[in-house]
C-alpha cells in the first residue's frame, strides 16, 4: 500500500507529496518526531530504509560512542585536531591557530560529548569543521561543517586580490576566469595590476610580460 499524506511510518509522517526526483522516485516532505521536516523518497521510508530524519542514528552514535569510548568515531578525531592546532606549540599548524589567540571554548574543551550535541555528527564525508569568523574562536556560535575546498578559502595565508569591489582568493579567481592558477600567481610576481592579472587572456602571454617589462 502506497504511502499518503498523513501516514505515518517509524518517525516519520508524510505531510506534503513533492516533485519526483531526476529518476521520476516519488519524493515527499516528512515530520519528524524530533520536530524536524525534511524532504524524503517515500520509498524509502516505506521499505524501512529511512526511519527518521536522521535524528534515531545520532541518537544510537551518540549512546555507542559514551558507551563504548570514542576514539573511533571521525566525529572524535576532528574534535582532538581541533584541540591540538589550538594548544600544542608542537603542531605544525599551532602558529594559524593557538598562536593567533584561538581557543577552545569551554564547553568543548574538555567535553567531547558537548562537542558532538552542539555540532552533531559530520552531514556527509570530506567535511571537516570551519569556522565561520577566521578570527574567532572554535564554539557553537562560530562553527559549520563545511568542505576543505570552503575552508581552504578562509586560510589567513591565502592570496586576495580586489576587481570590481569583490574580493576573492587567487583560487576562487582563477575557477571564476579559467586562467589556471600558476598563471595569476605568475603574473602577479611581475607586479600586475589586479585587473592586468585577471582580465587578460592566456594566450596573450607576451603581452603581458611586455606589461611587467
Not at 529518476?23 to 521499505?47: A, D, P, T
Not at 567535553?111 to 558532538?116: H, M, V, Y
Not at 569543521?129 to 561543517?145: D, V
Request: charged letters at 25%; hydrophobic letters at 30%; proline letters at 2%.
Amino acid at each position: 500500500m502506497k504511502m499518503q499524506v498523513g501516514d505515518k511510518i517509524n518517525r516519520l509522517t508524510l505531510i506534503k507529496n513533492i516533485d519526483s526526483d531526476k529518476w521520476g522516485h516519488r519524493m515527499g516532505l516528512f515530520q519528524c518526531e524530533c520536530g524536524r521536516q525534511k524532504e524524503m523518497l517515500i520509498n524509502s521510508v516505506e521499505s524501512n530504509k529511512a526511519k527518521s530524519c536522521n535524528c534515531l542514528r545520532n541518537e544510537k552514535f551518540k549512546k555507542r560512542v559514551t558507551t563504548h569510548g570514542l576514539t573511533e568515531s571521525i566525529e572524535y578525531g576532528i574534535w582532538c585536531n581541533i584541540k591540538r592546532r589550538c594548544y600544542n606549540k608542537n603542531e605544525k599548524e599551532y602558529h594559524n591557530y593557538g598562536g593567533r589567540g584561538i581557543e577552545v571554548c569551554e564547553t568543548w574543551r574538555n567535553s567531547f560529548e558537548n562537542f558532538l550535541k552542539d555540532m552533531g555528527l559530520r552531514p556527509a564525508p570530506k567535511l571537516t569543521i570551519e569556522r565561520k569568523n577566521n578570527n574567532g574562536n572554535y564554539c557553537k556560535e562560530n562553527c559549520e561543517w563545511n568542505t576543505y575546498k570552503v575552508q581552504a578559502n578562509n586560510r589567513t595565508n591565502n592570496i586576495f586580490l580586489t576587481l570590481g569591489g569583490i574580493t576573492k582568493t587567487l583560487s576562487q579567481w582563477s575557477e571564476i576566469t579559467g586562467i589556471s592558477y600558476p598563471t595569476l600567481y605568475n603574473r602577479l610576481k611581475h607586479n600586475l595590476t589586479a585587473e592586468q592579472i585577471l582580465t587578460i587572456k592566456p594566450a596573450s602571454k607576451n603581452r603581458w610580460k611586455n606589461l611587467a617589462s
